[in-house]
């Protein structure tokens, strides 16, 4: 009851023609900086930092939140018009997305994105108000090996990200994980691949790979195509139709719970439960060919997922004041230029600024769903413009998003190389996502066995040793198994067809 | 647009001019103030307060931009080949920047003589932390338990090779123990696992821990300093503990500029700190988040540097070592 | 070519590379008394690359598959107005990646987007120029002005006029 009465205060805070202001620019900032490729939330927020610093504490944190989200929203438009994610979370959403607006339904798949967003970002946050204590202890008992084994089950699910050939889609994702060991290695700080280039010495930068092989390849795809057949989809309704809400309700609420209880679990990053939305959505789907050929739920899932996840994991910075994801990390250096000190204490000593930071954040999700469905058109509209003037601005902004995340040429080098190797990829028929996904999870992984063992002192029976690591092995192996029938029968049905 | 490009033309006709040490600071010309690591770290956050103050005192614009990766190497390597005159200046981070050119494996693009100092800004300590919950009460508890299972109890760290990779060995070194060190990937999953009790102990600078100490979740055993931390005036420092020789370990951030700055402009841009770190509000924020300002001139700077990789070249040799 | 052809080299093209990363992770320590060494996943990740170029180099052979593979065209570069288009942007791309830092942002990348305009079949100067200008000097002012986000400017400070690009 005193929470309900507090966070009564904390909206009758927010409703403050001053807040309510701070927290609609900070939608319109994150959503335009997220459409920049290459400038993801946290790189958003960082740059935007300087601009609040000017305001009172409460308006600039609900500024900045409201530019995180924002940016995790905005990151959708442009995969889903010109397949160029702004962050490794969106890739997933260019699967289906992207195939959605060359079918002419860039409108839904925009609508179903802003909708999902809305409810994944507002349910978590509602979580955060009731939940979040007992949900910290329970995200506490994810240790090393719990983390490996949670992992584990991401990478077996790499399969459902295979487009036809399951060989082809193991290649690519071997690939990403060979990708993922250059640079030093967690284990002795030894130079793996790196070729003596000091830039690799951190490994490869996911967001400019994932600019390449998403935006930057489908740039190359078309243009050699001739002139007068390129990109020019036809544009069909704006909006969804029942059929899509009905096939979208399911991926919606899985999505938020699987965010959400990403969102505890700190250092794993938005595209693990982006993609596990997608993975989960695909395995139950009814017609699981229709995914990354238009399918609306591979829309749906990830895009829930992803809010869900961005304000879920805000509550280890509430309940424990640590950060559990890079933009959160900023959020809480946001939080220290301010003079506060994020963690449980914030509740005892400026109680009325977080809840009014809490109620900003149901206020700004909503701001973003009334915001962004009117502009769906415009945005939809972008894809009238001439394609060689559409390229342009897409190239232009790749160049600053690649330089600007460490301000080195080098990664706009990265970019580059890997449009090419995405067009290749492209033309033999080898898929992208696994290649992304695993490259993220890959030292993830070796991190989280390495630590195990460092834990156990070097005895593998510590992930059989502990019940939840237990479990989550049983379930990968369990997932692996389902697959691999699966797999086997489809090939099967191939082969009599 | 015409009258754009016909200016830009002009422009580049006009370029001209080498500035000298005696106009420095040049009016209008803004110094790149780079940062090695990434934007809203502690380190940067230290920066970002910094810069609005030299910019007042030196009267140019002081851009703060960040050049994280490799241990901070891509950064200083960047400083360390920048023209020398002082409109490039580094934020130097020790020992985290001496792991650079002190570890042979990792090829540096810089040594101890491609940077000069400008002045020392401000330290942030180590400290050993444990859970409130935690049956450790004092050093000497996690010392005997140490000895009694040796290899057993769990210290994590913020990574392999991190500044509490070396407290953690500098702990081993100075009590004739063996820890199970657990090198995490920052300080987020580092903290997180203590919390959890998959973790034992852990070595955090002090500032990471400022809000998780005031909550009364974790306690500070002892802090790896010479003397207390304002902050923390009931924290024994490991000395006082029992233990001095474990000795000191902590991050100490300054300024410096590349090799061959010329002394008057190094002299400004020292001046500069000085007056900044004299600004209140600067100390009081800097004070909140567990960092101690300790303001040295270049010469002391230069001298407290040589020590800093003289007392860090074996705890690396020993990480070297650790992995293998 | 036919499409069985290309997947046979892709398949070598994948298979070279494996076997030499095979041989440089034997370079790094395999294993440790804490469990598998630096050397240890890229060994048997690369191992099974090469095994998985194989597989699939036997089933784009004699899988299946294969005889209509042989008979599909593949679908490279449709023509050689198509390659133009496709080099020039690269070379744009990559000749902006080089000059960035050594002439400054605006510059840089009004020759890029101008050279890639004409290149997609833009020929009115006055799109190419008011289209280039706003995706270089434009991009620049909005991201040093309003973001706050230092872009490369220095060299040569005269090409932007110091009332766009100056401090």
Partial sequence: METFLLLIGGFADVLHPGNLAYALIGCVLGTLIGVLPGIGPAAGTAILIPVTATLDPTGSIIMLAAIYYGAMYGGTITSVLINTPGEAASAVTCLDGYAMARLGRAGPALSVAAIGSFIGGTIATIGLVFLALPLTRLALTFGPPEIFALLLIGLVLVTSLASQSISRALIAATIGLLLAQVGIDPIMGMQRFTFGQLELMDGLPIVPVVMGLFGIAEILLSIERPLTAMFAPPVGSLYMSRQDVRRSAGPVARGTLIGFMLGLIPGLGSMIPAFLSYAVERRISKHPDEFGRGAIEGVAGPETANNAYANAALIPLFTLGIPGSPTTAILMGAFMINGLVPGPTLFVEHAQFVWAVIASLVVGNLILLVLNLPLIPLWVAMLRVPYPILVVIVLAFCVVGAYSLSNQTFDIGVMLAFGVAGYLMKKVDIPAAPLILTMILGPLLESALRQSLEMSGGDFMIFFDRPLSTALIVLAVAVLAVSSLKTFNQVKVDAEA | ?324 | MTTQRVYQITSVAIFIPSVLLVRGALELHYYTPMGPGPGFFPFWLALILALLSVITFLEATFGEAARELARGKADFASDRAGLFRLVTLLLALAGAAFFLERVGYGATMFVMNAVVLWALGTRNPLTILVVAAIGSFGIEYVFSHWLNVPLPSEDLPGLCPSWLCGA
């Fill in chain 2, 1 to 324: 647009m015409r009258k754009a490009l016909l200016l830009a033309l002009t422009g580049l006709l006009a370029c001209t001019g080498v500035a000298s040490a005696d106009d420095f600071p040049q009016k209008g010309k803004p110094i790149t103030f780079v940062v090695p690591s990434t934007a809203g770290g502690g380190a940067d956050t230290a920066a970002r307060l910094l810069a609005p103050l030299l910019e007042k005192d030196l009267g140019v614009p002081v851009e703060v931009v960040n050049k994280p990766g490799a241990s901070m190497q891509i950064g200083l390597g960047y400083v360390a080949t920048a023209k020398p005159d002082g409109q490039t200046i580094a934020l130097l981070v020790l020992p985290t920047a001496a792991s650079g050119y002190l570890d042979t494996e990792r090829k540096s693009p810089f040594g101890r003589d491609s940077l000069v100092p400008i002045g020392l800004y401000y330290g942030a300590p180590f400290g050993i932390v444990v859970t409130s919950s935690s049956p450790f009460k004092t050093l000497k508890d996690v010392v005997d338990a140490a000895k009694a299972k040796p290899g057993k109890i769990k210290a994590g760290t913020s990574g392999f090779m991190a500044t509490g990779h070396f407290a953690a060995l500098a702990f081993e070194n100075g009590t004739g123990t063996k820890l199970a060190t657990v090198n995490f990937q920052g300080g987020g999953p580092q903290l997180t696992a203590l919390m959890g009790g998959h973790t034992d102990v852990s070595m955090n600078s002090i500032g990471e821990l400022v809000t998780q100490q005031k909550s009364g979740a974790l306690r500070i055993l002892a802090v790896m300093s010479d003397k207390r931390d304002p902050n923390l005036p009931d924290v024994p420092t490991v000395g006082e503990a029992g233990y001095p020789e474990i000795g000191a370990i902590g991050s100490d951030i300054g300024l410096a500029a590349p090799a061959g700055t010329p002394q008057a402009v190094i002299d400004r841009l020292t001046l500069a700190l000085k007056t900044a770190m004299d600004d209140p509000t600067l100390k009081e924020r800097m004070t909140e988040y567990g960092n101690t300002l300790s303001y040295l001139p270049p010469a002391e700077y230069a001298a407290f540097w040589d020590k800093v990789d003289a007392r860090f070249k074996p705890l690396i040799e020993a990480a070297r070592k650790q992995g293998q």
